[in-house]
């Protein structure tokens, strides 16, 4: 039970997916809390430092692929489909955790965002762009929205379940621009607002968790996390969100811990008139192998691929064929 209560400590570094983007499949759903081994229990600071990789590169409607020329052919209440190209993003998150006992917690967690994004807009034939389509090219390097997540865990003497509660802030930018690439309307051009380094909103965070052992090398935990924006900005509301996330590790080697996870995320549409209230939003599970290695008692590192296993998404969506995330958690 010793391992158990050691990852009840921290089990709620930023248990909500870290990023809140405007379609269901723009964020790493993945369960910060996936590896603790090595972090004490001790009152004290923890520190994490994430890196994550997400490739949008194919165009999906429901549950298929769909082609961009299929997609150009489609009309949402009298609107053409936008058929986007891609989009690549790079997280870097840092995370800071404080402990004053066993009971109670706080979680701080800073992201800073690298995404470039290429659209051919709504006049395309699926291979070339339109005049009047509003198309455009995107590079962007910002902070983007800062989570402060609390969390108690006193209910039991094994410290081995709890609840969370805290805010995402509104200080990722939301006004950031890219660069036109339609003949008709050249210069700068507005970025999508589900695109944008921050939502502008104040987002409330809730959540439960329960951890325990199947046997002495087995141990799992799951996890219910629902984050929902208390205001709109800009006439831009970002769709509520529910996670649900499971996870197993075996401990039986002392080198290396081997984990595997299933997440789940329920994402409802994006509102307001500067939202794109069609293609955002849906249901996604995925399933995410990974490793965690201890260096020393106050360090380990970890790497992880998540890989779609079940997409059903809103109007059409670009979306990734996996996720790749590496770490390294310090204690001090």
Known sequence: MNRIIRAACVAALSLSPIYVLACASCGCTLSSDWDTL???SSSGFKLDIRYDYLNQDQLRSGTSTISPAAASQIVNNGNPQEVEKFTKNDYLT????????????????????NRSHSTLGTA???????????????????????????????????????????????????????????????????IDRGLQPGTGTTDAIIGGYYLDSLNKNWDYFTQVIIQKALNSSDQYKPGDSINVNTGLRYEGFTSFVPQLQVNARYVRHDTGDNADTISTGGTLLYLSPGISVPVTK?????????????????????????????GARFSF
């Open 94 to 113: 840092l995370g800071l955790d404080y402990s004053p006992n066993r009971n109670w917690g706080v979680n701080v967690q800073v992201p800073y965002i």
């Open 124 to 190: 395309s034939d699926g291979t070339t762009p339109g005049d009047g389509g509003g198309q455009y090219d995107s590079n962007t390097s910002n902070l983007g929205d800062i989570k402060v997540v609390g969390r108690y865990q006193g209910f039991a003497p094994q410290h081995n379940y709890g609840v969370i509660f805290g805010l995402k802030l509104p200080t990722g930018s939301h006004t950031q621009m890219g660069t036109s690439t339609d003949a008709t309307a050249p210069g700068p051009a507005p």
């Open 298 to 326: 106050q360090v380990s590192v970890y790497g992880f691929v998540q890989v779609p296993i079940y997409q059903n998404l809103n109007g059409v969506q670009l979306a990734p064929h996996y996720t790749a995330s590496v």
């Open 38 to 40: 090595g972090v004490s």
